[in-house]
């Protein structure tokens, strides 16, 4: 399904939120992700990063780009631009912010912020190899696809979980990003009227 910036921009707009609220529990680490749609002239896509082995968490998962909010951040979202300036050399200014997600509490400590954006036109990217191993995206089209989406269950700490897993190229994406991913594209589905 081969959309405009201008189609992408009010889809996404119609079920973005306002900035949420900079308090959060005291226990969590406030935190943003930068879920970046790419129109490059063909099908829809989403940004996305494999972590290398030497971060301190997360270590070689699929994630969005995005990271702590460091205190020199101003908003969410220059938490999300900077993180994703710093791991893939994505200029900020080639990202239109559009809005927000609710933020997901994770069992690993932190508090993510969802940070809504659109990237018009072709993208040179260059991973930082001190966190990122790779830079990919995959068409919002192809994560819909029946097969590709997954629910699990997995057990944290004693407690069990509902992940949503997406698994395509090779790759599954889970955790924090699968979840994110879903609520993503719940959003997105729901902006058309139906599922792809």
Same mark, same amino acid.
């Given at each position: 399904?081969?959309?405009?910036?201008?189609?992408?921009?009010?889809?996404?707009?119609?079920?973005?939120?306002?900035?949420?609220?900079?308090?959060?529990?005291?226990?969590?680490?406030?935190?943003?992700?930068?879920?970046? &749609?790419?129109?490059? /002239?063909?099908? $829809? +896509?989403?940004?996305? @990063?494999?972590?290398?082995?030497? #971060?301190? !968490?997360?270590?070689?998962?699929?994630?969005?780009?995005?990271?702590?909010?460091?205190?020199?951040?101003?908003?969410?979202?220059?938490?999300?631009?900077?993180?994703?300036?710093?791991?893939?050399?994505?200029?900020?200014?080639? &990202?239109?912010?559009? /809005?927000?997600? $609710? +933020?997901?509490?994770? @069992?690993?400590?932190?508090?993510? #912020?969802? !940070?809504?954006?659109?990237?018009?036109?072709?993208?040179?990217?260059?991973?930082?190899?001190?966190?990122?191993?790779?830079?990919?995206?995959?068409?919002?089209?192809?994560?819909?696809?029946?097969?590709?989406?997954?629910?699990?269950?997995?057990?944290?700490?004693?407690?069990?979980?509902?992940?949503?897993?997406?698994?395509?190229?090779?790759?599954?994406?889970?955790?924090?990003?699968?979840?994110?991913?879903?609520?993503?594209?719940?959003?997105?589905?729901?902006?058309?009227?139906?599922?792809?």
């Amino acid at each position: 399904m081969r959309l405009s910036a201008g189609e992408l921009r009010h889809r996404i707009r119609s079920f973005a939120l306002p900035s949420p609220s900079a308090d959060g529990p005291d226990h969590l680490t406030p935190a943003a992700v930068l879920i970046a &749609v790419v129109c490059a /002239g063909g099908e $829809p +896509a989403v940004l996305l @990063t494999k972590r290398s082995m030497t #971060v301190a !968490v997360h270590q070689g998962q699929i994630a969005f780009p995005g990271g702590a909010v460091d205190r020199a951040d101003h908003s969410f979202a220059d938490t999300a631009l900077r993180e994703a300036f710093e791991e893939i050399a994505l200029p900020p200014d080639r &990202v239109e912010v559009l /809005g927000f997600m $609710p +933020a997901l509490e994770t @069992t690993t400590g932190f508090r993510i #912020v969802p !940070v809504l954006g659109l990237v018009d036109g072709p993208l040179s990217l260059r991973p930082s190899p001190d966190e990122v191993d790779e830079v990919f995206t995959v068409s919002l089209e192809e994560l819909a696809r029946p097969g590709v989406r997954r629910t699990r269950c997995r057990m944290v700490d004693g407690v069990a979980l509902e992940d949503r897993q997406f698994e395509t190229g090779g790759r599954i994406i889970w955790g924090a990003t699968g979840l994110l991913l879903d609520g993503f594209l719940a959003g997105w589905q729901q902006s058309a009227g139906s599922p792809f």
